[in-house]
């Protein structure tokens, strides 16, 4: 599917057709590209070369040459998406996708492409839209040409062995397994079913082992290779390359890897088939969810606006329907109590669009979505103002030109997919700078979308619990209705009363004006502590290396009241829900502006920050602080937020599987960590008063650490951590915060927790937890962890076929290093689930021992490079720094030190030590049975064996505390 509101990652990338060329920039309306089409509008913070070619074959490149790349990446965007599939063939394109991945002609061992990534310190993956299927990698640099040639044989000599056809109908059909239960798949085939079966945007997508079938004269294999044939030529894709090598190396390398690339002419072209017949627009479609949910989403198909990016018509549209601030359609309706969130949006395929607004009602907005629609209409005819629209247009422009003269650079792989996606319907000069660029402001084009946003053009959808339905969606059993709206309700939408509480949006007062970098001298490498005073500590980086006026100003408050039981931990969900809900309206126009802010829960305290332009950061960040401690709890607020979290806790036991044993793990393993449905039960006592008492006695004793980091001078840092700390600790004593507590399997044998869901899948997850946190024992762990990734995928799902969802490798428990493992299944049940990871670990051994030493080097390379990789921009880096701090790793060089322990490892050590770490360390594990394994006798003799293990409480008297 092709999200035409495409989310740039903010980096800055010049095209030019056939050329090199850099664009002088920074006015992103200056009309530069319109004179000379080679002439790419770029980031004046951009300090890559780019250059566009087009193959002898017909392929489309971008190449982008990056210096200071330590990461390099490669993606091919493919013409065809599941709307191509045959009628007969539903997933057929999806399918396709996985079977590029099992091996070429020329490297055909299977699962050796991922092998090589992963060893390289690099990482693969794909996915299959409406209209595109889009393939992508990244790996360290130095890997990069090999890991291109590898990349580029899934489009000229894929081996699509008949035997791995087979099996990988499995792994498709376990995506599709699921997800089963997932309400957003649920509810995306019920809107599938209600459109106009002629139109390929109606089909099933996913596949599964129906659709995938072998038939009589009619063999999957066969349909695959005429699939491939037909749509994967050159004609239709588009090639990016993002790596060190200067410009004239990339092209050899696209043009000696690529060109054999074939190409049959065949082009995308839009459907001419409407979307929806008649009876299927003014219409009402209730649909049953699994989880406890109230939504309300209007759906009006209107024509594709691609070719208007400069104009930006539903955009502007858009932006305005899904304002939050004062005066907005979301204030209005949540003042009134009938709505929990709201948004507005739009996407689709080549030949039409859907303009959605979509809400999260309250039970009373639910019974009254009547008029919660009618108030959608009501701010829909304010939208028709030229002048104000004109204003607004500019404002928006203003932000835009600010945010891309400020771009910095984001992923390789990031920057790979989304230039090869957008060169799919761009001019390579507008390619980069498509989502910030805007011409004039067209009220026609305007006037002309809001024509179309109308009852008679309207599909209103409604999702909950308990509204009368007729019929059932069969992918995945859906209960849903389809009516039309009757006379009086079409007349109510066109005609509706007028509503003095809605008004536009006033000038946004966020808008940064000064964007001058500041002075350097005298800055350190690293943090340092620029105030301190018993309890409170305030760290300081002054950062201007990317070249951006842009700061993060983060505060950690630490209390033993934050989660010392399950009563204190919802509280304090609570206290935070409150916090940004009070901030929302005053706010929302900072967010616009490039000024982000949140107010997060921790079981340990709770947390804000501010991270933007930081010409007004201070002065928002001091409004957050001052909410923080004179919080005045609304009760229309309370009741809204305190009903939210317990729904939202009670729906979990909805999420998927493999979700529910990690959180149940979380639960045993961490001290402070608590059941879902436990901290639902603990909300529903609560009252303002019991809230407003706690947040007292939170604030009584405390520790307060803060970070100011980027465009902030020290004296400046010092100014706000004064200021800060009489607003913060006024009142408040300091207390040292409590040491981390973390829980520890040292039975001498697994310790297993099985848990009831219903689902059909069986899932498994095991971590083995090493006491041991010496750096030496750490970088063993990221070592290990590095190696069995791949074999572990290709084992459990490419050669087993056990499930989608299959993950091995190496992470932390707070600062102890683990393995773990992890598999949802519809295949097998948790038992057999665990024999198989036991057979897997006992005959990796035997691979570990047979590496050879250029096969261990290179493991060890891929882990030093990704420990070594250079921040790519200032909040990559501001968060490294943050995370450094609550660690309490003051040197900022943890990643340094584990790098410098791993290229001390040998081959000899890491053998010895697999027999530690997977063997001597005993496993907590967590399981489930899927409804479709209960009747084997694993799941019988396991009911017996864990009817005492059944309970977190009773498991965790088995378990040892461990502080850190």
Sequence with gaps: MKNLKFNLLSTAVALAIGVTTLASCGNVSTPVAALDPNVVVKSQNDQREYRHIVLSNGLKAVLVSDSKADKSAASIDVHIGHMADPEDREGLTHFLEHMLFLGTEKYPKVGEYNEYLKANGGWSNAGTGQEHTNYFFEVNQNAFEEAVDRFAQFFISPSLDPEFVEREKNAVHSEYSMKIKDDA????????????????????????????????????????????????????????????????????????????????????????????????????????????????????????????????????????????????????????????????????????????????????????????????????????????????????????????????????????????????????????????????????????????????????????????????????????????????????????????????????????????????????????????????????????????????????????????????????YLYTALLNDSLNEFGYPARQAGLNYNVWSTSAGIGFGVEGYDEKSTSLLSTINNRVRNLEINPDSFKLHKERLIRQWNNAKFDRPYSQARSALSQLQRDKAYSKENLAEALSSVTSETLANYISDFHKEIEVEAMIHGNKTKAESLKISDSFYKQIMRGSKPKVRAQKVVKLNTTGQAVIQQLDIDHNDSTLVMTYVSDDKSINIKAKYALLGNMISAPFFQQIRTEQQLGYIVGGNSSSLEELPLISFLIQSPKVGAVELNRRVDTFIADYKETLTKLTTVEFENYKQGVVKNLRTKHKNQGERTRFYWSEISKQKFDFNSNEQLAKAVELLDHKSMVEFYDYALYSVKPIVVRSFGKAHQDSPDYQLSIKEMSVNLDTAELNKSLTKFKL
Excluded: C
Aim: hydrophobic fraction near 35%; avoid cysteine.
């Design 185 to 572: 798949r649920r509810i995306r085939e019920v809107l599938k079913d209600t459109t106009n079966q002629a139109h390929p945007a109606s089909q099933f997508s996913v596949g599964n082992l129906d659709t995938l079938a072998d038939r009589e004269n009619d063999l999957l294999i066969d349909d695959l290779t005429e699939q491939y044939k037909k749509y994967y030529t050159a004609s239709r894709m588009s090639l990016v390359l993002v790596g060190k090598e200067d410009l004239d190396t990339l092209e050899k390398w696209a043009k000696e890897k690529f060109t054999a690339v074939p190409n049959n002419g065949s082009v995308s072209l839009p459907v001419e088939v409407k979307p929806y017949l008649d009876e299927q627009l003014a219409v009402r479609i209730n649909i049953e969810p699994m989880k406890d949910t109230r939504n309300l989403t209007l759906y009006f198909p209107v024509e594709s606006s691609t070719k208007y990016f400069a104009e930006k018509p539903l955009d502007l549209i858009s932006d305005l329907l899904a304002n939050e601030g004062e005066g907005s359609l979301f204030s209005y309706l949540k003042q009134e109590g009938l709505l929990e969130s709201l948004s507005s949006y739009h996407y689709g395929p080549d030949d039409h669009e859907q303009f959605v607004v979509t809400m999260t009602l309250t039970e009373d907005g639910l019974n009254n979505y009547q008029s919660v629609t009618e108030s959608v209409f009501s701010y829909i005819s304010l939208l028709s103002d030229e002048s104000y629209n004109r204003n607004y247009f500019e404002e928006m422009k203003s932000i835009a030109k600010i945010n891309f003269d400020f771009s910095e650079k984001q992923s390789p792989a990031g920057t790979a997919r989304s230039l090869s996606s957008k060169l799919q319907y761009y001019p390579a000069n507008h390619v980069v700078n498509s989502s910030y660029h805007y011409g004039d402001y067209s009220h026609k084009l305007v006037t002309g979308y809001l024509s179309k946003l109308t009852p008679e053009n309207m599909r209103l959808v409604l999702t909950a619990k308990g509204l009368e339905t007729d019929k059932v969606q069969p992918l995945y059993d859906t209960p849903y209705s389809m009516t039309k709206l009757n006379a009086d309700e079409v007349a109510r939408y066109n005609k509706p009363k007028k509503i003095n509480a809605l008004k536009l949006p006033k000038a946004n007062p966020f808008i940064a004006q000064e964007l001058s970098l500041k002075s350097t001298e005298g800055s350190l490498d690293k943090p340092s502590v620029v105030f301190e005073k018993a309890g409170f500590k305030v760290w300081h980086k002054q950062d201007s290396e990317f070249n951006v006026p842009k700061a993060a100003l983060y505060v950690q408050i630490y209390s033993d009241m934050a989660g010392k039981d399950v009563n204190s931990r919802a509280k304090n």
